[in-house]
């Protein structure tokens, strides 16, 4: 697993090493530790369909994958939808590297079906959100609220609960594995939700939303009457544009590559939108704002060349949140004297630094009282066998949100 400088120590230039080599949720396994789960750490639990990556950039392949049962603080769930994020793509096209063979998928809904030792928070019925977020609540990371860095290791960390019939071993990819037909996960991993919510809506809450929505109001904390950039607005996004626009800014100026993408951003509230293809966005951000620039620029997308525009249209005192991830070679650069001499700010989001057990009911409560748009992020919906066309789509940049949906039509 490539390592990123800081690793080993500070980098010593007004480079950003944006690349923390792999985002802890690719499951690194602590030294010593292996993902090797044949031999004595050999399951036998129930039989299900995966869809596998074999090998990086080639196509999934769907086949019968052995599941363990819930150890203790586990759960077991049956997936009813599970939305593909950038990062699964990332993950499938080899970007963070990891081992193989891997199931990815971390944005997802559906059903409790066993609980393991201790779990009293869910009980088999249970309509529950599937995420990566994985965490213990009372670390120093969980305290100060960054839940997706929770420093405290779990048994599911050193072992995977999957593997193939044979007994090879299968990567828990995203902490998830949600691209099958049942996943088990730790229990700080779900959230609760009414059985009126449909689970194509609710797996959006997983990932896409609550990193979009939670690097306005957690990470920035932005302040009503604010001048706000969204540099790209897919599926996080358009949860930024919202979640500013719902804070009362006083401009939310959107930015994407894609017509269909800043149309859907007007809808989700954008007052401003830039195509970044045909237009210098930093010039037309400063004449938007009367030459002042952004007072917060959020970066939901991985592409350097964006976190570049994003630095030079800063106004005093402004701030740059990145919350896509980059590919894990990628570096930025900066002007140091502009940072200092202007108090302009680099802030790094990862999810949304939200508590789902708190923040997910919030947004749902927006969602009933027609505050947050959710179905609109939905472009298009796949069965399980669609899964290659869907990511496919997805690394094509098609719509915002692709879905696989499982079972029953909702
Ligand atoms: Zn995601
Ligand atoms: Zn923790």
């Not at 949860?239 to 939310?252: E, I, P, Y």
């Not at 790094?348 to 969602?367: A, D, F, V």
Request: glycine share 12%.
């Amino acid at each position: 697993m490539r390592q990123s400088p800081e690793a080993g120590g500070r980098t010593p230039s007004s480079e950003i090493n944006l690349a923390i080599h792999s985002p802890n949720w690719a499951g690194q396994m602590p030294a010593n530790r292996s993902n090797n789960v044949s031999g004595e750490e050999n399951h036998r639990g129930q039989t299900m369909r995966a869809a596998i990556c074999q090998e990086f950039g080639q196509p999934f392949e769907i086949t019968e994958v052995e599941l363990a049962p819930p150890g203790p603080g586990e759960v077991r769930a049956r997936v009813r939808a599970v939305a593909i994020c950038h990062s699964d793509v990332i993950f499938a096209d080899g970007g963070w590297g990891g081992d193989l063979p891997a199931v990815y998928g971390h944005e997802a809904a559906g059903v409790v079906t066993e609980v393991g030792a201790g779990v009293t928070d869910f009980v088999p019925g249970d309509h529950v959100v599937i995420t990566l977020v994985r965490n213990c609540g009372t670390c120093m990371c969980c305290e100060r609220n960054m839940r997706g860095s929770c420093e405290t290791r779990f048994p599911l960390d050193a072992r995977s609960p999957l593997c193939l019939p044979g007994g090879g071993a299968i990567k828990h990819g995203l902490k998830t594995a949600a691209f099958a037909e049942e996943v088990v996960v730790e229990q700080s991993q779900m959230v609760k939700i009414d059985a009126d919510i449909g689970f194509d809506v609710a797996s959006l809450l997983a990932c896409g939303v609550i990193t979009g929505y939670g690097a306005v109001t957690n990470t920035a904390a932005l302040p009503p009457g604010r001048d706000v950039v969204v540099i790209g607005t897919g599926g996080v996004g358009l949860n930024a544009v919202q979640a500013a626009a719902l804070t009362g800014s006083k401009r939310v100026i959107a930015v994407d590559l894609s017509a269909d993408k800043l149309a859907a951003a007007k809808e989700f509230g954008a007052t401003h939108v830039i195509d970044g293809a045909t237009t210098d966005v930093v010039k037309a951000v400063r004449e938007l704002t009367g030459g002042r620039g952004a007072d917060y620029v959020f970066v939901t997308v991985g592409a350097v060349v964006a976190m570049k525009q994003s630095y030079a249209m800063l106004a005093p005192g402004g701030a740059s949140v990145l919350v896509g991830m980059a590919s894990a070679d990628a570096r930025s650069t900066f002007n140091p004297l502009a940072l200092s001499d202007d108090s302009r700010r680099i802030l790094g989001s990862k999810m949304g630094h939200c508590n789902i057990r708190t923040e997910i009911p919030q947004l749902i409560g927006l969602y009933r009282a027609g505050k947050l748009k959710l179905d609109e992020l939905i472009t298009a919906r796949y069965g399980f066998d669609e899964i290659n066309t869907a990511m496919d789509n997805v690394r094509a940049g098609v719509g915002l949100r692709n879905v696989i949906i499982f079972g029953e039509p909702q």
